[in-house]
Each structure stands twice: as structure tokens, then as C-alpha cells.
């Protein structure tokens, strides 16, 4: 007998054929003897029909009223949202007790699964387990709604977009599981998109490090938070599809601590996203602390910066600083740019949202020579202009014209020899 | 400055549109200095979506087990429809901040509005002021959802269709309110249903008894319980209308403790119901106790049974027994009855679902003489047969064959001049 945490995402619970499939799913792991633990998205396309009733109405001005006049909205964003991981919860419940499993929904404040006050991006703080414990070792399915949580002011929360995975670790976690089961609408973590590479190659087993990387450079199935708290816990994520037959193999892929086997991989994967934008800022003034000044500048703006690179001329006593915001970012960072521009001392800002961001990532990286040179030897080789490098212990990010992203992305897969285990 | 309750229906806020016009309502009651709560059912529509939702996977029957294996699953179903008053609370404090309004919305368990423990037709036990009242004091409007609360188990319950109303004269209790306004899609009380009789008009002022009964009767404008609650602690409600443009003349009807004015009409509504069913019980023995007996039989099967005669046979020793249920109560009415064929000892049953109970009401009915006399006339002068009679101090009911129901309401209507104020 063990403890299992299963969660299913939206496109798994999206109808009542597919919430009646994942409660046979379920019903099969609790038939076997096992404590477990669902949690559950809402179905999917709900959560958007949501917040759209929510932005008409908070787009609303009033007369010469100001938005900002009425406050923030982000307590009730909450509230109204996590209503669509409570319908599933409580329908998931039901397709249970049908098939003779005794079931009851728990949402984040009964629990408590407590947060703090960052409404609508909250993070969890504790996870009571006064009464799931006892609750699932009397033989109860405790199917949680994903992605909620209470904040200290007793009011709902939510995690984000995404924080369903994130519930579903941190509850395993909580739970002392023996596994977290992530049921998605793929059947594991691939070696790159199969939509780009159709011989892309689904992977048995990924470490922690490898899968942090990828899901932080494009890869959507898990979301980063989940994998950095599994990780931090030693907690091993199950990655498999809920669009299967029972009783099928369905051995999916294994996210867990790096063995010698993942080692002499060289490279596990490329991610890549579109998500970015590039600005360079030209002719900043070639001065101690000015790239700071610009970090600052952003970040007062609540922006994130990522791949930095600072290019100097010799001619003259000025220097082109280039850097990636988020691509619905952009418009606010020219402007916050535009709006320090005196007190950072620059002549003028180039911006492009047409760039890619193509990744490798793999743990072998760190004891094997010459990747570097294999990658850009790829792209060279298709004459694809890098315009800006990144890299970590474990990573090479390159920032590409978008036009080229999937003949890199083939390139690059094809140079490493993914599609051969 | 006065502490008012608003209550808003499910067609007051079917759309983005409604809901801007309610809060438009709101912020000129909490713009006039007024402490504000405001009550909301779900977008019309909305329950009936989820209950849908519901009933598809609560009928699911799997292999052999049967569906009571699995458990009663009331606590879910109030779990899942308690989620559309969450989405329009929350959209309706949007509204009001973005008209700057300070508000919050609050669920039944955040409150907490305390419940008994029956499932999907809870009572509400006790509401709580400590957390409600300070926030008002405060200056924010509080929206509330309506129809839900929390049980003794700090689960979700709902106080069953058309809680919404009884939501909102509790709350108006608890906190003290001056006054409790129920906006609908009509502009108050009519002397009968419009529809039937053009001529019909709105009352201005309607005692609470004569609300009960045309409630209990039929008129679907207010539930029942929420007129005994008002009546119990001597809140006057006020019936109004959502469907009219800021400003206009708005007077609705008062639902109050009766008055000498009142008193001197002799009848003030016909209400008519088509939801009755008739059942005859043919040669039903004539000894002590068999009526009693049925009616055991009836209530151990749930049944709720109303007008009831008995008719007595002199040629031999035997008698007929009639009475009403709900017709959707038909078929297992007869069932139970059947399989209690021997115990109670029948020859046979008849039934009719095809009968309307008409009735006049009017408190002053005590003091006026000749109104049964005048009811019977107008339907006699119509050919209307009456089946069954039912009277109270203040009403007087027939069930009367369905073909025949508005031919006698506008009868009735016009026998007692209801057409003039």
C-alpha cells in the first residue's frame, strides 16, 4: 500500500466523459489498497470564460473616476475564479461515490492550504493535515481543487496560472506521498516539441536540475514552482497522460534525482520560447553602475529581465546594452525606459518582440567538452544569426530571429542525437 | 442614514449588463450615506447548468453496484451550485469598486451564515455580525452570496431553490437593518398573475399573513420561508424592481404587519397553482384511524399531502377519501400507496394530475361576511366544478379541473373588484 497524490489539468477534466475516465483512473489506484490524494484544475476553457467576465467588468470607467479609485481587484479575481477548481472537485467526488469509492472534495480553505496575501500569484505557506490524514486513512479519495488556497485574511487565494501542479507537489509533500502522479494531456517529457520534431523522444526519466531548466525556457507541462519544490523535498513527479485505456502501459516520465545513467547524456533536451522580446539601449553612458541603474529601473516596474549582454565601442565613451523582457511586458519597459532616460543617460532604444529563445539543457553538460561548439556549428551551419548567448552550469540559451525557431530547434536536436536513447 | 439589505435575483444579474445596473442601484443607496449589504443568486441560468452537471454523473449506475453504495451526495451537489453565487458576489464587488464603492464580497462560510446539516435545503441556524458589521461600519458595501452557508461539518451547504430571498431577510435580521429590499424582474405584489389578468394591480402595501399564504399558494415572487422570517422578527420587505432606470419612480410593494387599511379590503389576490396532483381512495374501510393511517403512509414516503375530504357512503360501510400532493410526487404517492393496499384496506385509487387550486386571500376575511358566498357564485356562473375545498382565517383554496384555471382566476379577480384600489 501506498500513498499517492494524483492530479489531473484542465483538458483532462474538460467534459463529464473525461471526468467520468479520470474517476475510473482513480477509482483503479484506490482499488489497489492505496491512500490517495487527487486534485483537480477546473474543466478547461472555465477559468478563461471566468476571467473574462472579470476584465469587462474591471475595464469599466465610470465617469472621471480612475480605475485606481476603487482598489485592486485581485481578492475577488480570486474568489471567482477558484470557483471552477470547486465545481470539479465536487463533481469528481461524485463520479467516485458512483463507482462505489468513497470520495469527498476539499477546497484550499478547508484543509487549510494557507498562503500569503499575493492575491491572484499567492504562494504556499503551510498545508494542514489535521483532517485529510485521518480522513484518507479511514479509506476517503480527498479530491482537492488545485490552485487555491486561503491568505491570512481568511479571504480565497490563488496560485497563478499553472498552480494546480504546484498544489498537487505541495500537497504530496504535506501528505508525506510516496509519489505525485502528474496526469496531463501528453504522455511524459519529450526531447523537444514532437510538434516541431516529429521524432522527438519521450524520455523514461529527467532530473530535477535538467526539468527545472526546460520548464523555465518554454517547456509547458510542469510549472517551475512545482519542480523546484519537488526538487527541494527529494519528492519524485510521475509526468503521464490521462488519455488512456485503463490498464494500458502508461509509463510516462520520471522527474527525480539526476543517476549515472542521465549523466552520460549530454543533452537531455531543447526548449524554446516565444515568449520573449529584445531591447537594446543604445549608446548608454559608459559609466560604473548604469546597468544597474537599468535593473533598477525595470525591476521598479515589475519587470524581469533576463539574457543580458553589454557590447562597447571603442571609438567613443559608450557602450550598446542589449536585453529580453517577457514579450506583454515590452510596451511597459519602453516606457519606464523612456521615462528615466535623463537620469540613466542613453541615446535611444531599438526594440524587436520578433526573437525566439532556443535552448539545450542536460546535466552532462557539466563533465563533457565541446557542446558549446556543437550547438553553434549547428545554427552556423544554417546560417541562423545568434544575437544573444546565455548559459548556466547546465544550460545554452540562444536568442534567434522568431522566423528560425523550428529549423534551430530541428537543428539543434538532430546535432545531439536526441531521437536516439 | 439607514442599514439597508438589497437582494438581487437571477435575472437582476443574468449578464455583465444587469450586473452594472445593480451596482449602479448599490452606489446610489451607499452614495445617499447609507450602510449597504447587498444579496445575490447566481446568473440566471447558471444553477441550472450545474445541477445539470450534477445530474448526469449522479445517474451514472456502474456494473453492478447500485448508486446507494456509493453514498447520498448532497454535500457535493451544495459544493458545486454554491459556486455561481461565488462568481457573481465577486463580479458585483468589481462592479462597485470601478464605481468607488468600497466593497467586498463575503461567502456563506467567510460570514459565517451557520446551517443545519440537510444538504441542498439547509436551515440557516445563526449568522455571524462580528466580522460583517465592522466592515459595513466601515463604509464597505458587503455582497454577499446568497442561497449557501456552512454546516456544523465546515462544508458548503445551500438553503435550497430560492434561498437567495430567505438569505436576505436573515441577514436584514442579524443586522438589525432598517429595511430589506428584494429587486426582481416584476415592480411588486400583483392582485394576480398579469399575465392571466391585465387588469391585475400592484399592491402597494400587502400584510405578511397574506404573503405567506399567496407564497404557499402559488405566487412564485417571494419563497415562503423568507415572508415567516420577516414576519417572525417585524422586517418589512419591500418587492421591487431591478428593470428600471436610476431615478424612476420605484415605489414596489411593502410586505409589512397588517393595518387598518388593509383590513378593509375583503380579499386582496388570487393565486392559482398547477402543481398539485388530486388522489382518490376508493372504498377506503370506514373504521377509526384510516385516515391517519394513510397520511403515515404518505409522510413516511416524504409525501407532503394537502386539501383533504372525506366522503362518506351511507348504502354500505365504506368511504372515499380524496387529497392533493405535489404532482411531481404523483407516481411514488401511488406507489406507497399501493404497497400499503392490504395494511390500510382499499378497493382502488384514482388519480388526476390534471387540477389547478385556485385561491382568494385577504385578512379581511375575518371580519367580512359573505366571501365564500361570493366565490362559489362566480365560479358556479362559469360552470366551474370544485372538486375539493380547503379554507384557513384568511383563504379560501378549490381544486378545480386545469382547463378551467384562468377562466376562475379572472372570475374570481373581478367577482371581488380587484381591478380598483
Redesign the interface.
Known amino acids: 500500500m501506498a500513498r499517492i497524490v494524483m492530479k489531473f489539468g484542465g483538458t483532462s477534466v474538460a467534459d ?1 466523459e473525461r ?2 475516465r479520470v474517476a475510473d483512473l482513480v477509482a483503479s489506484e484506490a482499488g489497489d489498497g492505496n491512500e490517495v490524494a487527487v486534485v483537480v484544475s477546473a474543466m478547461s476553457g472555465e477559468t478563461n470564460r ?1 476571467v473574462a ?2 476584465d ?3 475595464s ?3 465617469a472621471e ?1 480612475t ?1 485606481s ?3 485592486a ?1 485581485d ?3 480570486d ?2 475564479v ?2 471552477g477548481e ?2 470539479t ?3 469528481l ?13 476539499w ?1 484550499g ?2 484543509i487549510p492550504l494557507r498562503t500569503d496575501s499575493a492575491h491572484s500569484k499567492a504562494r504556499i505557506e503551510s498545508i494542514d493535515d489535521d483532517q485529510l490524514d485521518p480522513s484518507m486513512k479511514a479509506g476517503n479519495v480527498a479530491v482537492v481543487a488545485g490552485f487555491q488556497g486561503m491568505a491570512k485574511s ?3 487565494s490563488t496560485l497563478g496560472r499553472g498552480g494546480s501542479d504546484t498544489s498537487a507537489v505541495a500537497l504530496a509533500v504535506a501528505l508525506k506521498a510516496d509519489r505525485c502522479d502528474i496526469y496531463t494531456d501528453v504522455d511524459g517529457i519529450y526531447t523537444t516539441d514532437p510538434r516541431i520534431v516529429p521524432e522527438a523522444r519521450r524520455l523514461n526519466r529527467i532530473a530535477f536540475e535538467e526539468m527545472l531548466e526546460l520548464a523555465s525556457l518554454g517547456a509547458k507541462v510542469l510549472q517551475v514552482r512545482s519542480v523546484e519544490l519537488a526538487m527541494n523535498n527529494n519528492l519524485p513527479i510521475r509526468v503521464l497522460t490521462s488519455f488512456v485505456e485503463n490498464g494500458a502501459a502508461n509509463p510516462g516520465t520520471l522527474v527525480c534525482h539526476e543517476d549515472e545513467n542521465m549523466e552520460e547524456r549530454v543533452v537531455s533536451g531543447v526548449a524554446y520560447s516565444r515568449d520573449e522580446a529584445q531591447i537594446t539601449i543604445l549608446r548608454l553612458q559608459d559609466k560604473p553602475g548604469m546597468v544597474a541603474k537599468v535593473c533598477k529601473v525595470m525591476s521598479d516596474a515589475n519587470i524581469i529581465v533576463d539574457m543580458i549582454v553589454q557590447s562597447i565601442s571603442r571609438s567613443d565613451n559608450a557602450a550598446n546594452l542589449t536585453f529580453t523582457v517577457g514579450k506583454r511586458d515590452l510596451d511597459k519597459a519602453q516606457a519606464a525606459l523612456e521615462a528615466a532616460k535623463t537620469e540613466i543617460g542613453f541615446e535611444g532604444i531599438k526594440s524587436d518582440p520578433n526573437v525566439t529563445k532556443v535552448s539545450i539543457v542536460g546535466i552532462g553538460m557539466r563533465s563533457h567538452t565541446g557542446v558549446a561548439q556543437t550547438m553553434f556549428e549547428a545554427l552556423a551551419e544554417r546560417n541562423i544569426n545568434v544575437e544573444v548567448i546565455a548559459t548556466s552550469e547546465i544550460k545554452i540559451s540562444v536568442l534567434i530571429n522568431a522566423e528560425y525557431t523550428e529549423l534551430a530547434v530541428r537543428a539543434l536536436h538532430s546535432a545531439f542525437n536526441l531521437a536516439v536513447a
Chains 1, 2 share one sequence.
Request: charged fraction near 25%; aromatic fraction near 4%.
Open positions: 463529464l471526468i467520468r471566468l467576465l472579470v469587462a467588468l474591471d469599466d470607467k465610470i473616476q480605475n479609485l476603487g482598489g481587484i481578492d475577488e479575481y474568489a471567482i477558484a470557483s470547486q465545481v472537485s465536487g463533481l467526488a461524485i463520479a467516485l461515490r458512483r463507482r462505489g469509492v468513497k470520495a469527498r472534495s477546497l480553505w478547508q481568511g479571504r480565497i
